[in-house]
């Protein structure tokens, strides 16, 4: 019996020495360490300067950074995941990368990770692994095309400002109409976190910093300011799908024989469902024919002696036809959406007057753009969640009727 006693006290030593010893060479020296979450297990702090033999490199960090480990144990507790993030301030998140060769089998993206192995104890071993995460960002989409455009652009640009991988497993009309490549139709979205925005078009800081776990964003995300930063890739997801192209060129390659040397302005008139009283209630604001009277002055204004052709779609033509007498005016036919929008977005400039559509139509052209200033009303509900610079690029021209 005292033998037995003797053995079980040396192999407790034995134990929490090797346990003591695991966590004194997990670290990061000028640092403090967070663990924060033990997955299905509760709660599993663990604070303190601590050495990197483990990492077999140390981390460049300063005293600005914080450290965030995250570990995660197998079913056996033999394994160790440490998910570790630092971020020198509030807006500057990143994932550190740490060495490793294997995959975190309970990521639901099988994210890329790193691990190092070392025997903690001569009497038992356990491979522990650093894995820096990618942490991933996705959507939900709202509305028609133009709404869509918006959801999806935030999302990528939000994504890319703090590190993340944007990814969609839906694409709504976006993949009937462009070449988008961040999808994938298998991840599994169920257990990440909803972060919602508080306004439809107003510029929310918490969006450019979330936590750094894998996040659901939601809203209508009306904002260019948060992806302006990652423009050229949105031009390059916004490629329209050769049939759609093909017909554009063709329409524009027909305008452009007939009006050699003419500078072509596409113009959008957007009205339908605008001109009902529950969306003018709301705060919905229809451009008039004195608008687009103005807009067309101050485009020859800004393109003097050029010869200028106002390319018009609508999806009310007839008003167009009634209301929008100029003779350098040629109407398109009725089309469906995605031919309207890749003609539009091919001219020079453009005039637009209210909605995402005309919107997209203009950021895509790149070129000048006058827009219709009253498209939400002061004073209204929708007013209040809606900010003019925050919704419009200021270097867009904006004119009242």
Known sequence: MRKCYFFFVCGCVIVNLGVYQFFQDLSVTDGQTDILHKPNNGFFPLRGPLKTPLLNEKLQLSKSHVVKFMLSFDSNNTQIDLHVYANS????????????????????????????????????????????????????????????????????????AQN???????????????????????????????????????????????????????????????????????????TFVPSIQKEADAVLASCRSKLQNHVIVGVHVRRGDLVLSRNKRLGYGVAKASYFVKAFAKMRSLLPNQNITFLVASDDLTWCIDNINDTSVTFLPKMDAGSHFAILSSCDHVILSSGTFGWWIAWLANGTTIYYKDHIRKNTPLYFTYKDSDYYPPWWIGLRN
Request: net charge positive; hydrophobic share 35%; proline share 3%.
């Open 164 to 238: 993340r991988v944007p990814v969609i497993n839906s694409g709504g009309d976006l993949v009937n109409t462009f070449q988008i490549t961040n999808l994938n139709e298998n991840i599994n979205t169920n257990r990440w976190k909803w972060v919602s925005e508080s306004a439809f078009a107003i510029f929310e800081s918490k969006l450019m910093n979330l936590p750094p776990i894998n996040i659901i964003v939601t809203g209508y995300l009306q904002c260019w300011r948060y992806f302006q930063h990652a423009q050229d890739e949105i031009r390059r997801e916004f």
């Open 89 to 160: 301030s509030a807006n500057n998140e990143r994932a550190l990368t740490l060495p490793s060769s294997t995959q975190n089998p309970n990521n639901s993206l099988a994210n890329e990770s790193s691990s190092s192995t070392r025997t903690t104890t001569a009497q038992q071993s356990a491979t522990s692994r650093a894995i820096a995460t990618k942490l991933y960002l996705t959507t939900w989409f709202m509305g028609r095309l133009g709404n869509q455009m918006f959801i999806y652009a935030s999302m990528v640009g939000l994504a890319r």
